[in-house]
């Protein structure tokens, strides 16, 4: 899908959008608030001027993203909970932070995402299926990260911030960037992510080397039960400052304003203009992933507050409020959700399960010897079973 460009002067749109900032918190970038009224553009802490010019048939896309994104994720977790998925990291509350990031990617652009980013994924055009076939345990990603532009899930917390800084120098050194078709590179990670050695190293490498990379960091306020307090004492996005790049807080229940940010950020890496970081501040409504329970660390009305900034209703709210769209419209999307989810269920209990031998064949290209020793001991292992009662 075809988007407008931020930075074009808007169009104007049926009611005048209101002020320039986020009303009540200066340090968030925000072009719809809460109750889905637009602001025609917001000033980041660098003075740049953030602004969309969506026509109307891509607002609706949006929407759908969104609603689509929600429900396959809650078919996912339903999913996991009659048994036929081992876990599931549910991205419930983060709908707009990856949609609005995921559809400001270019098609060169390439992404290193954590565990949860099945938004983003979605929109790169990956079958929703893949993680799903993860998380069952029944392969390990099955998409090509080449093809997709969309490297594998990670559990290791904070090791794809690295991957991205290796793979976008590569890409400066290839030549790949300087130019408005330059490549860009993006790389998701948490709040609890920026504690960890690996993504602090990776803001020095790719400051030092100019690489083109976006550092995605969706604040969800938690890492498991340690709540944002526990992790740092400044604004996050100000910790760019003192690796030497730009960082910026973007409200991440705002798919506008996510999508503003991350495509200025992207231009600016693919322009030779090196990294930068966006904090998505926004909340993880659900649970860690199904073997947390938030309720023991964490209080009810602290989800009820978030829940009056759900991404999905203040979108509704806009396209209603300026009469984008009828109300069969929202049927027909929650329509198509529904079909949707209703075949991803029927094909996930339909995955063959694999061989058990078949774990060695993509360690390596070309296989190794030691790893055919191994694969002919553990298949005598399996043998030992067969005719036995066990
Ligand atoms: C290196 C490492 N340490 C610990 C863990 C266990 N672990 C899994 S998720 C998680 C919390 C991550 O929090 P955050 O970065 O905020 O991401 P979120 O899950 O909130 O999106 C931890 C500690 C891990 N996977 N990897
Ligand atoms: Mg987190």
Not at 124 to 152: A, H, S, T, Y
């Amino acid at each position: 899908m075809a988007k407008g460009d931020p930075g074009v002067t808007s169009r104007g749109r049926r009611a005048a959008p209101r002020s320039k900032r986020a009303a009540g918190d200066p340090e968030l970038v925000q072009l719809l608030t809460p109750e889905g009224e637009r602001i025609e553009s917001a000033t980041g802490p660098d003075g740049t001027e953030y602004r969309v010019d969506f026509s109307d048939e891509e607002y609706r896309g949006l929407y759908r993203d969104l609603v689509l994104v929600r429900k396959l994720d809650a078919e996912a977790t339903a999913l996991q909970r009659q048994g036929e998925l081992g876990l599931w990291a549910s991205l419930l509350g983060q709908e707009a932070a990856q949609v609005g990031s995921g559809r400001a990617l270019r098609t060169q652009d390439m992404a290193f995402p954590t565990y949860r980013e099945h938004g983003v994924l979605y929109c790169r055009g990956i079958d929703p299926i893949m993680p799903l076939g993860l998380f069952r345990g029944v392969d390990q990603g099955g998409w090509d990260p080449n093809e997709f532009k969309f490297n594998m899930y990670t559990i290791v917390i904070g090791a794809q911030t690295l991957h991205a800084t290796g793979y976008a120098m590569g890409v400066a050194m290839d030549g790949r960037t300087g130019t408005e078709d330059g490549e860009a590179v993006i790389a998701y990670f948490g709040d609890g992510a920026t504690s960890q050695g690996d993504v602090n190293e990776a803001f020095v490498w790719a400051s030092v080397f100019n690489a083109p990379l976006v550092f995605f960091c969706q604040n969800n306020q938690y890492a498991i039960s340690e709540p944002l307090e526990r992790q740092t004492r400044v604004p996050l996005y100000r910790r760019a400052g003192g690796f030497g790049f730009p960082g910026v807080r973007v409200d991440g229940n705002d798919v506008l304003a996510s999508y503003a940010v991350t495509r200025h950020a992207l231009d600016n890496a693919r322009n030779g203009q090196g990294p930068s970081l966006i904090e998505a501040y926004t909340y993880r409504m659900g649970a860690h992933t199904t073997s947390d329970d938030p309720t023991r660390y964490r209080i009810a009305s602290e989800v009820e507050a978030w829940q009056a900034k759900d991404p999905i209703a203040r979108m509704k709210a806009f396209l209603t409020r300026q009469q984008i769209v009828d109300e069969s419209f929202f049927a027909e999307v929650d329509e198509q959700a529904r079909t949707e989810s209703v075949h991803l269920r029927e094909r996930v209990l339909n995955m063959p399960d694999p061989q058990p031998v078949s774990m060695f064949d993509h360690v390596y290209p070309n296989g190794s010897a030691e790893l055919d020793e191994q694969r002919a001991q553990f298949s005598r292992y399996l043998e030992s079973f067969e005719g036995s009662a066990h």
